[in-house]
């Protein structure tokens, strides 16, 4: 297959890596088989990235910028904070359809907490989500959505563990989807924040 080295963007590169990753996991990401997702050839990934490790150190790098990028298109068409948290939740997930693929980006964090380099760009997704979150619950209190006693600091941590909980609940149970779970786990502990009468 001819490559098209000009002709591809990075980030079409690194979307083809989250899905290599999600059906190999990170141990069985080649070079080559991201090249083959996107009809390049492995060269041009040496190329831009130099090595397996740079380009899933560009990964980590573009999921800090990606965080921000997911708060913007979960406001859009959500007039309620809420409703915005829940979408957040649910494109922080997208990429994950099966237990599977779960396991396998499950498999890349745990690279992440092992590795320091990598460690540094997970760390900063982690905070990047966790002022999203904080962020749509302070705008939940001032929007009447949630009483106006909330501590929405302590908050934001329980809505951010429940986010990584229910993944591994799920995966390990199977019932339903990921979004499903997510949108129940999320519901149940905000419920006894949510202004009555609302």
Known sequence: MAGRPRGVDDSVILRAAVEVIGRLGPAKLTLAAVADEVGLVPGTLVQRF??????????????????????????????????????????????????????????????????????????AVHQANGRVIGTLLGEAVSAGELEASTDVAALAGSV????????L??????????????????????????????
């Open 160 to 167: 951010q563990a429940v986010i990584a909980g229910a993944g």
């Open 50 to 123: 130099g090595s397996k490790r740079g380009l899933l150190l560009a990964l980590a790098a573009r999921s800090v910028q990606d965080a921000d990028t997911l708060h913007e298109e979960a406001r859009d068409g959500h007039g309620s904070p809420l409703a915005a948290l829940r979408e957040f939740a649910a494109r922080s997930v997208s990429d994950v359809a099966t237990p599977e693929a779960y396991a396998n980006h499950l498999a890349f964090l745990c690279m992440d907490l092992t590795d320091p380099e990598l460690r540094e760009h997970a760390l």
């Open 169 to 198: 609940n799920w995966a390990l149970d199977r019932q339903g989807t990921l979004r499903e779970r997510l949108a129940r786990e999320i519901g149940t502990v905000l419920s006894p924040h949510v202004r009555k009468g609302e």
